[in-house]
Structures are given as C-alpha cells and as structure tokens.
C-alpha cells in the first residue's frame, strides 16, 4: 500500500499499540477515583484523532463516551494559524462532565490552544489533553497537556489518522514521505 511513497516508518504498528495501551492504562487509573458525575467523556478532534480515538477507548479499562468535534484552522495545509472554526460541534453538554481531549498530534499547539478555552468556556468537571504525539514546537506554546505518547521530531508525518491531501490516514503505522510526494 502506497509503494514508494514511504521514506521512513517513524513507529511501527506495535509501538503505537503498546503506547495506546500504556496510555490507556494510566488514565484509567488516574480517573478511576473522579467523583464527577458520569462516565468520562472523550472528545476527539476529526478526521486525525479517529484512528487513535477508536484504540484509546477500547483500550481503556472504564467507560467512556464518544464525541467528535471537527474544526479548520485557516492557514496553508501544513501549519496552522490560530484562527479556528467549527465545523461539527459536540453533541452533548458537558457542563459537569471529565472530559478529556484526543488529539492525533500537536505542533503548534495554536488549535488545541483554541479548543481548550473554548471548551472550557462550558464548565467541564474537568479538562485535559492526551495527545499521541508532539513535536518539538510544541513546547514553546504554554498549553497543558497531561498525556503525551511519543515525541517526535518536527518532521511531517503520516499514517494512523494523519493526511497529506486527505491521503494515507489509513496506513497502520506512521512514517515520513518521499519529497517526490510533496512535488507530484
Ligand atoms: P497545530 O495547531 O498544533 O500546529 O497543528 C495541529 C494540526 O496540524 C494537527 O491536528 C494536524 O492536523 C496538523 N499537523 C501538524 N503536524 C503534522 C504532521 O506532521 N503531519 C500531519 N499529517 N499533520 C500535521
Ligand atoms: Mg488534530
Ligand atoms: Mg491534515
């Protein structure tokens, strides 16, 4: 699948299904004494987050419930402005509610900036962020993020959720592009 196209895998299929699970496990036990009303609820960011939102809550050993938010950022398709917009909103309020954010990954940071304040705007019980990966960016910008995967190098990356031009989220793992692609 995508013969060619592949430079580098950046992480195998195992390595994200042991860090899922490694994740999964750890939130399980930090929010096993929440006393919030309700099951967690986890709020993935469309399209990237979809294939690590689906692993992460069947993975994860309580319940959660699952809600998508699809959001554009205006700014060219490899980095992101700040300026958001919502596309599809939550479904549920949750004003009361432990919810915690699934993000694909975090550059910037200038999206899941926005996304925070705005969902905190709501008054969740709480909130907070687990993201499979960051980039060294990241860092830089003074956001929360209590979970983090894997951090990786500030190399553009796909597979598992992640695009270039709506392509290869469905690889199972994760890796870098020929610079052929970029230039097709
Ligand atoms: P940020 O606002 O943190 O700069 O960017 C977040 C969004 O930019 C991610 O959710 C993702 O859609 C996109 N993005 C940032 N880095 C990468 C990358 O290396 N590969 C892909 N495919 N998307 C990225
Ligand atoms: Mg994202
Ligand atoms: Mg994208």
Same mark, same amino acid.
């Given at each position: 699948?995508?013969?060619?196209?592949?430079?580098?895998?950046?992480?195998?299929?195992?390595?994200?299904?042991?860090?899922?699970?490694?994740?999964?496990?750890?939130?399980g036990e930090?929010?096993?004494?929440?006393?919030?009303?309700?099951?967690?609820?986890?709020?993935?960011?469309?399209? =990237?987050?979809?294939?690590?939102?689906?692993?992460?809550?069947? @993975?994860?050993?309580? %319940? +959660?419930? #699952? &809600?998508?938010?699809?959001?554009?950022?205006?700014?060219?398709?490899?980095?992101?402005?700040?300026?958001?917009?919502?596309?599809?909103?939550?479904?549920?309020?949750?004003?009361?509610?432990?919810?915690?954010?699934?993000?694909?990954?975090?550059?910037? =940071?200038?999206?899941?900036?926005?996304?925070?304040?705005?969902? @905190?705007?709501?008054? %969740? +019980?709480? #909130? &907070?962020?687990?993201?499979?990966?960051?980039?060294p960016e990241?860092?830089?910008?003074?956001?929360?993020?209590?979970?983090?995967?894997?951090?990786?190098?500030?190399?553009?990356?796909?597979?598992?959720?992640l695009d270039?031009?709506?392509?290869?989220?469905?690889?199972?793992?994760?890796?870098?592009?020929?610079?052929?692609?970029?230039?097709?």
């Open positions: 699948m995508y013969e060619g196209d592949i430079a580098s895998v950046l992480l195998t299929e195992q390595q994200i299904s042991d860090k899922v699970a490694e994740l999964a496990k750890q939130v930090d929010y096993q004494t929440k006393a919030s009303a309700g099951d967690l609820v986890l709020v993935g960011v469309l399209k =990237g987050a979809v294939m690590f939102m689906t692993d992460f809550a069947r @993975a994860l050993p309580m %319940p +959660a419930q #699952l &809600e998508f938010m699809a959001v554009t950022s205006y700014g060219s398709s490899t980095s992101s402005s700040g300026v958001v917009r919502i596309l599809k909103d939550l479904d549920r309020d949750i004003a009361g509610r432990d919810v915690l954010i699934l993000e694909d990954i975090i550059d910037s =940071g200038l999206t899941l900036s926005w996304l925070l304040r705005n969902l @905190a705007g709501r008054q %969740p +019980a709480s #909130l &907070e962020v687990c993201t499979l990966l960051r980039k990241a860092s830089k910008i003074d956001v929360p993020v209590r979970y983090v995967g894997f951090d990786i190098p500030d190399e553009f990356v796909v597979g598992y959720g270039y031009a709506e392509r290869y989220r469905d690889l199972p793992y994760i890796g870098t592009l020929q610079p052929t692609v970029y230039s097709s």
